[in-house]
């Protein structure tokens, strides 16, 4: 990070008339930063749903209401076993990340199929689980509580769908070509695994939110302070 | 559809040694490129009318697309100003008017000249044809994306013009669409309308943010070899904030948007407070309507920024080449279009004092509102003292630049006047809003708007535009502004409150009725002399003078293809390779008063340096 600002300050800072800075300037390559497309596009989206995610995080603190039973999400349920799902996509894109590295591509293909497999597996869950809540009269409707629980696992859905699009893209690509010419796929792979690691942040940054801000949490720490 | 890729070559890009033959040799060193290392990109070439038009990836025929779609909703925009001036000056002259279409035609009008006009048309239409071009890059980096977010915004325009023909009609809510009115039985349009409107902005976002990721992958990562970013134009510059600004401030509108949505079609209570109609209790319950006021100025503020920062580069780069003048304090107006990026995320609140926020809120915004006016202060010295000494060009170019400059602080004086918080309550919700927001924002990028048509028209044409009919077309939008921008100012001071669709027996309508009339007078001269720039582009493609290669003898890369107007893929064979920023103009030393970005060191070498 300390690097990037300086990267960032020390550009601003340069003065292109100057002659010496003419000499440096036109041996310059002509990109910012020695990642590929596919990895930059995945970071600004990474930033743009950051903030997305952020200001429904927000609408979510400022609509709970009075009286609401903010431990009800957090009892044993579906949603655990959900963020389990996300935390084996994510290890296993750990291990396509790894054996790229290594150039070790004899697992890639069986493991994307996995990954591509869970994440399914997690979304079928979270359909799932919204019935249960239904069933137990807990609706898009009933307050701005379950309004925004909703919308964001809603959202969410969608950014994994969205991931699972390029997934099918990516791997159809993949699960053609032979042992040795899938590393010509690595910045497409990588780019992949990075927008899953981020889902799996999104997510836990959810769950903690929900996790923080209750009654109960606020109550014990007012009881801390008091 | 893939004998269509046989036309797609790799080419390797060369240093300007190869290039110039090797003409370098009294002084190799100066010169030196390190070999390529960004890959070269494969284009997907269209051979039928379809692929090369239509459903087209080369970013200039998007660019051009973006344009003229935005021109279209810009043209509807306007004639919805019209009839709102026609009502204003002269109540019940269009008789099929109501107050409801009042309201709806206030409401389209706004949304329309600042989401799908002016952020399109800078974005979408200068970026798309600029940022490759300015950059050196044969095109964006991902032109299938880049294809589907102009259409993207094509169905959004769709979809908003669809709500005129709904039942009910377009929402009349008013820009800002504060709920709870918006979605309630008695606002006009608070059925389909408002669900078309939110729909619209859900497109117009998510096709937005395809083109967002084009301009700021292609701009940072797949520059030509010596394009270092402080070498870049200060549009480009102006660009990459702006689109920076909007990935960050859309997800609000989005966001906004959806929740409206769902609250008036599932019954949610984001924005919805408990309500009593008419004795009886509505289903709705514990929502905030500041929340949605809190989103949108989240989007709607830095969308300002959106619109100006794009203008402030542009007219930077037109006044150095205009003046023969390098940018004065380059460094400094890098700095200031970053700053005022940074600061615009926190002055939103400024337009909502009157919600009855805590006062020490207030008093935050207001600080960080005046703030904001330092580095915007900066740019205009910068403007000034460009031209102060420059061997200035007095033509159309010139023209609306100076009317910028002009307009520009007028607008942004006003807005310290409304960004303190004592002052703005008593001002709120009169004609003097009005009159800065549209100097500001309105004419002022519209300005640098026409000035950029006129600079780079024969870049996109190969003709120059008539300059007679472009002066008629500057004087009279110039002083048709005025016209009607200046009396409005004294509108607001006496008290003429806006949002209305007449005065009624107000002391408003006969004190300020000859003023109405004379405002609804010029607005109608104003629009009608957008046409002039019309007929003239349609005669200048027919009989205009050709203009040939760089004619306006500038420095940056766009005006240095090797075809005039550039073909996909611009540079021809080999990429051009940039030694030098791009406003070397009046040189101390150099034969000509410019010197090109391409031109090598050893080409030019008992020249000064041109302090900044």
Redesign the interface.
Known sequence: MSNLIKKLFG?????????DQ??L?????????D?S?QK??VI??F??AT??FS??FT?YI??I?PGQDTMYLLKPNLLWANTIILFFVAYFFSRITKDLEKKETSKIKKNLIIVGGLSYIFLFGQLIFWTQLMKSGNY??T??YF??FY?FTAIHGLHLLGGLFFWGKVSSRVLKLEQNKILDEEKNISALSWYWTFLLIVWLGFFLMIYVFNDTFIDWCKSLVS | MSEEFNDNKTIHAQSSETISGGGSSAAPD?????PA??EEQDLYHGHSFITKWVFCQDAKVIGVQYFLLATFTGIVGLILSWLMRLQLGFPGAAGFMTAEHYYQFVTMHGMIMVVYFLTALFLGGFGNYLIPLM??ARDM??PYLNMVSFWMFFIAVGVLMASFFVPGGPTGAGWTLYPPQTILEGTPGSGAGILLMCLSLILFVAGF?MG??NY??TI????????????MPLTVWGIFTATVLA??A???L??GA??MS?DKV?????FMPTILKAGEVL?YG???PI?FQH?FW?FGHPEVYIVALPAFGIVSDLISVHSRK?IFG??MM??AI?GIGALSFFVWAHHMYVSGMNPWFGFFFATTTLIIAVPTAMKVYNWILTLWRGNIRMNTVMLWCLGFIVTFVNGGITGIFLGNVSVDVPLSDTYFVIAHFHMVMGIAPLMVIMGAVYHWFPLVSGRFLDEKLGKWHFWTTFLGAYSIYFPMHYLGFIGVPRRYFEMYDSPYMTSAVGMNEFISLAAFLVGAAQFILIYNIIKTLKTGKRAGSNPWKACSLEWLTPSVPPEHGNWGDRLP?????C??YSVPGAKEDFITQTTP?SEVQNTG????
Do not use: C
């Not at chain 1, 550009?11 to 002659?19: C, F, S, V, Y």
């Not at chain 2, 940072?220 to 070498?231: E, S, V």
């Open positions: 550009t601003l800072l340069q003065k292109p008339w100057d002659k003419m000499v300037d036109t041996s310059h390559t002509g990109k910012t930063f990642i497309s930059s596009a600004i989206i930033g743009i903030v997305l200001l429904i609408a400022y609509s209401p898009v409707t307050n701005t309004s925004s919308i | 100066i010169d030196y490129v390190r290392e960004v950059v050196g980096v991902f943010t967002g990721l700021l992958i940072l990562q797949a520059r030509t070899r010596g394009m270092t970013l402080m070498r990935m960050l859309f997800p609000a989005l966001v959806l929740m769902l599932l019954g949610t209570s984001f289903e514990g929502g905030s929340l989103l989240f390098n380059y460094r890098v700095w970053v390779v940039v030694h030098r920023w406003y070397d060191p340096v041109e302090k900044t």
